[in-house]
DNA sequence: GGGTGTTGCCAAAACGTTTTCTCAAACGCC
DNA sequence: GGCGTTTGAGAAAACGTTTTGGCAACACCC
């Protein structure tokens, strides 16, 4: 009368026990059918529903998958991380509905203790760092994962990972850059020490080691805007006559530098980026772009955790990354 | 030493209580600084983590807010549901996650109880339909809810709800057609009941009833393709001049059925469509749209319930809707 | 009429925390 | 030395389910 309604009060309402009530509920114990119309009709009057919580405690599951989000005190949060995560979230979340099963997207910036508040069956790491700490306190909570990106701690070796053929696909531009005559092909990068960030540059540098392209980084300094170093970049001596931007940050930075500075593109500076998507976003040239497929990867990740928590082998994961050529390579 | 460790094995490795224990890691009791580090090393050393379901049975939060999806048996749900839900649910969680809260979406077909076994503190429902089973749902379990779109039962008419002016736009777009020559207004709608459909076709004939349109209105009928529908509302005797379509999916149907019928946009017929986003996406003829920023409305309405949930009175939810002119309208 | 099942139900033990209430000891104060 | 207050800690009661194990009662079969 109180609160709520409790399974006891239908237990009370009914005269029976709370085990044939839950037994009458669920469908799972032995009930007879004039009992169970009788809990049914009991519960139903009450406006009986049962505490998912309690449920899960008792049970061990609550049905709920997640995804950290770890970048939330990044600079880079905004810019970068953001339309990742929007993209790669809104493509697991459909395909976990459409499998039965709900998503939580959950803070985790390190201080949070957020994502040890939230129950969960499961977890999706995105570009797990070395020695990531959401990974080691999933192991601990004996937690299913699936990762997006390397795990790079070998302790973690057991975890199923979603390969991406993200550098064979650079490596690729990079030949189609270099064949139509960029000589000097520089990379614009970030200096988080994220999976993603490492792979490009380690892919990148063994690219210029094979064929002899001079090797041009550039990183992002600490409090600094993309355009101070794109600027920087493009004012080198040794100007590069073509730049690949780490993700749309970056190829945004090359742009507004180039503009700055009158380098026309592609004439003077061919310009690429990664990117989260293959749609044309209109920039003021047509980008070439490397397209993540964000979104993809975000339901394969979300199929292959749900195939792990069914107790299925998650089949070998992999998102064909896109190359989409535009006309600011020429 | 089995299975994980427990508040209870803190406790025993500490010859401390539990309670204080608890106290020590949660710091809400009184407890001696050398106490609490005692307790701090023991469940480092013991790699402790409280167990989320059983902190929120005891203390009846979670920190979770969830966005039921409840059209995923809808016919429409891939073509039309689920890029709404996709943009409203990315802004909401991008959002959610920015102030600290973790958002779970649900999918909640009829059948489908997981809405029910998910534990949360918050429910954001989306285009309530009349007599809303969610909704009632929520007020039985006392979970504040906010709604995205108006709320039709009048016993809720406490809940926190979007406004949206997409009747105005709508009737300024109606207001333009006719200014601009179009006497035969159509509108090519669905057969689903919730509030989204309702009220474009109330705001639509109280145009028509206003300005001496006639209403010509054609709705999908049951198991029926969008193109056909589309088709046969171009193939009346007498044909509109110009049809706003109710979403992406009647809009792509307008199109596809004009080009088949031979007539030409904007010359033979204009077309206009509600949609999701204001983005360019590049149909065949550049299309008028207003669009409803369901990102935008995911966001402000993650926004309002976290609000409620810290005890503040929601502001006066609003999203501005935008008016999209481009090609098709002429 | 002694086995052998099967059916319908229940008591009680988890599940792992948070929280309330109580208590002893130490402390400060006149 | 008596008295009130503060401090540190613990026992036990929630929290609301699911699940285990058992116990009558009834049925069936030679």
Redesign the pocket.
């Known amino acids: 009368m109180s ?2 309604a ?3 009060d239908v237990a009370t309402a009914t ?6 009530v ?2 009458a ?2 469908g ?5 059918a ?2 169970r119309a009788m809990v049914l009709a009991a519960a139903e009057e009450l406006g ?4 998912p919580i ?2 899960g ?4 599951r609550v049905g709920v998958i997640g995804v950290p989000v770890v970048h939330l005190d990044s600079r880079h949060w905004g810019h970068t991380y953001r339309p990742y995560y929007a993209a790669f979230t809104a493509g697991a979340t459909m395909l976990a509905v459409e499998r039965e099963h709900a998503l939580v997207v959950v803070p985790a910036a390190p201080g949070s203790g957020m994502i040890r508040r939230v129950p969960l069956d499961g977890v999706i790491v995105v570009d797990p760092e070395p020695n990531d700490a959401i990974l080691a306190d999933c192991l601990r909570r004996a937690i299913p994962v699936v990762a997006d990106g390397a795990p790079l701690d070998p302790g973690h070796a057991t975890v199923p990972v979603i390969h991406s053929d993200a550098d064979d696909v650079l490596r690729t531009l990079l030949d189609r850059l270099r064949a139509t005559g960029s000589r000097r092909i520089a990379l614009l990068t970030g200096t988080e020490a994220d999976s993603y960030t490492i792979d490009t540059d380690r892919a990148y540098r063994a690219w210029c080691a094979a064929t002899g392209n001079p090797p041009i980084v550039e990183a992002l300094q600490p409090d600094e805007v993309p355009e101070v170093a794109a600027k920087r970049l493009l004012s080198r001596a040794d100007r590069p006559d073509a730049v690949h931007g780490l993700n749309e940050t970056y190829g945004e930075a090359l742009l507004a530098a180039a503009r700055r500075l009158g380098l026309s593109i592609p004439g003077a500076l061919r310009v690429s980026m990664m990117c989260e998507t293959s749609e044309d976003k209109r920039w003021e040239v047509p980008l070439t772009v490397i397209s993540l497929e964000a979104a993809e990867r975000g339901a394969i990740a979300a199929a292959a955790l749900i195939d792990v928590l069914a107790g299925k082998a998650a089949d070998r994961l992999h998102v064909p990354t896109r190359l989409v050529i535009r006309a600011s390579t020429g």
């Open positions: 609160s709520r409790g399974i006891r005269g029976l026990s709370i085990t044939t839950s037994h509920l669920s799972k114990g032995r009930v007879s004039k009992t009986y529903r049962p505490d309690a449920a405690l008792a049970s061990g």
